[in-house]
């Protein structure tokens, strides 16, 4: 997932997701990996990304192997904070990485 | 049931087992009682096994419930945290936005559309309060030659160093920025012709005192400056015309001077 997510209705974009997540962890074996590059998060998909991560975390406590990768603008310290944040309650991977970004 | 009372019951079974009491006319009474009596404790352990079952669920009940409490205000709190940084950032990026598109980045001041602004908001003030202001518009000599001769980057390193000497010069109430290429305009509010002409003869010298050198050669930087006052009830349009023919005045009389509009 990358970009900014201001949705009008957060809930039915990330219902989607979070239902094709909880599906592939129910229905598959094999390992999921989240490749996240975010921007700007209104509220509502700060609280989606958050059940994402819980949803994830579940997960990896009952033994799957989830792993996230959270790539951000190496001149925007300020997302890799945030990301931080979000990271503070998963024990999963969960790899924090600056990329070059040419303007 | 405690032992004394486990006893005391075995006793009684017992004598009403002895057939020697069998014909006692206690004995079917007694027999009766407690059969009554066995039967009541039976009930009442039941009765206290079931209620602490009730107890001990709504025990753990209370207990997930409190968890799960606890576990919704952390999100609370962490979802309001991370909120609140996207906006500030939000914000943040509003304020740099706003900030890019009010000043030239090459010079770092004003650009037109700011000093629009300045000026509606001064003739506002001028217009209910009778205050005046003057306008000065700077433009500086030959700056086509320079530019060709030395190149774009001694070019502007000039107007950065004109910009600099600009903002050191004038006061704080003051505003200057850049309104095209070479050309500079000067905001002076609640001042009078004759109060912005100290102002200008500085300014002018400050500007023959520009050291830009290009190989360890200094080149002569000399500006021209039209200067108007606010006449009401003209708009500043008008004020900024009236300058800008003393600024070609001045050009004619040869540059490298300030001139005051007629």
Known sequence: ?103 | MNGTDERLLEEIAELLADPAHRDHPLHAALSQLLARHREQSRRLDRLIGIADGFQHTAQQDLHATRHELERQLHRQRKLSRIADRYQLLLSERNEALRNESHHDPLTGLANRRLLHEHLERLIGTSERYQRPFTLAMLDIDHFKRINDRFGHDVGDRALTQLADTLQSTLRTSDHCGRWGGEEFLVILPETTLEQAEPLMSRLCNRMRHLDIRQDGVRIRITASVGVAQHRPPEDYERTLQRADEALLQAKRQGRNRWLAAG
């Open chain 1, 1 to 103: 997932m990358q970009g900014d997510s201001y949705p009008e209705n957060s809930y039915e974009l990330f219902t989607q997701v979070i239902d094709w997540t909880e599906r592939f962890l129910a229905e598959a074996s094999h390992s999921l990996a989240l490749d996240l590059e975010l921007l700007y998060l209104n509220t509502s998909s700060v609280k989606a990304m958050m059940d994402i991560f819980d949803i994830l975390e579940e997960a990896h406590q009952a033994g799957r192997q989830v792993r996230v990768v959270w790539r951000y603008d190496e001149r925007n310290e300020r997302i890799a904070e945030l990301a931080e944040e979000f990271k503070e309650d998963c024990t999963f991977d969960f790899a924090i990485t600056a990329v070059r970004v040419s303007a």
